[in-house]
Antibody
Framework: EVQLVESGGGLVHPGGSLRLSCVVS????????MAWFRQAPGRGLEWVAN????????FDVDSLRERFTISRDNAKNSLFLQMTSLRADDTAVYYC???????????WGQGTLVTVSS | DVVMTQSPLSLPVTLGQPASISCRSS???????????LNWFQQRPGQSPRRLIY???NRDSGVPDRFSGSGSGTDFTLKISRVEAEDVGVYYC?????????FGQGTKLEIK
């Protein structure tokens, strides 16, 4: 069974940092592109970043590139999102997702909530 | 960025009746490889998104056949032939042809 489990969310002050993790199981992690998405409270879905199988290629949102960094550790079946200089409008549920061969995401984690507030 | 525009944003439907959601893109979603990467997701209340349809019209495993996708170029549609109570939630289209990936605003389906 394919599983993606995010962790690392929580309450952080404006200007702070967090590192989100996503541990996967049930499939060969290093065969797949992976992605992060986010969803602000009561809002729609927003794509954040993609990373290829060996981490050598990244696509990400222009407006977040200076503060958010996607990475992966294939030996640990783990995907990461390093977030710095966090702002109130980064408050959201962050989802990791597997990308299949159709430029889309077939499996999603349950999400981890990041709250940026003083 | 490719803008994805869904309509309607709110969709009250009587149980057993059909429903239709439109998704229009600001640019053609035909990729250089000839494929059109338009997807539909369902998000039930309190749950993660679930993919229903990929590449315009391909249903994911386990998705009831009352869901169907169609369209081409910039104009796409998700149809539910007979709405059931479990279909309540928000439906999103998403394009995977161009970077950045972009979503429609979402259509909230509720039972009348």
């Amino acid at each position: 069974e394919v599983q993606l489990v995010e962790s690392g969310g929580g309450l952080v002050h404006p200007g702070g940092s967090l590192r989100l993790s996503c541990v996967v199981s049930g499939f060969t992690f290093n065969n797949y592109w992976m992605a992060w998405f986010r969803q602000a409270p009561g809002r729609g879905l927003e794509w954040v970043a993609n990373i290829n199988q060996d981490g050598s290629t990244i696509f990400d949102v222009d407006s977040l590139r200076e503060r958010f960094t996607i990475s992966r550790d294939n030996a640990k079946n783990s995907l990461f999102l390093q977030m710095t200089s966090l702002r109130a409008d980064d408050t959201a549920v962050y989802y990791c997702a597997r990308e299949d061969g159709y430029n889309t995401n077939d499996y999603w984690g349950q999400g981890t909530l990041v709250t940026v507030s003083s | 960025d490719v803008v994805m525009t869904q309509s309607p944003l709110s969709l009250p439907v009587t149980l057993g009746q059909p429903a239709s959601i439109s998704c229009r893109s600001s640019r053609s979603l035909v990729n250089s490889d000839g494929n059109t990467y338009l997807n539909w997701f369902q998000q039930r209340p309190g749950q993660s998104p679930r993919r229903l349809i990929y590449k315009v019209s391909n249903r994911d495993s386990g998705v009831p056949d009352r869901f169907s996708g169609s369209g081409s170029g910039t104009d796409f549609t998700l149809k539910i032939s007979r709405v059931e109570a479990e279909d309540v939630g928000v439906y999103y289209c998403m394009q995977g042809t161009h970077w950045p990936r972009t979503f429609g605003q979402g259509t909230k389906l509720e039972i009348k």
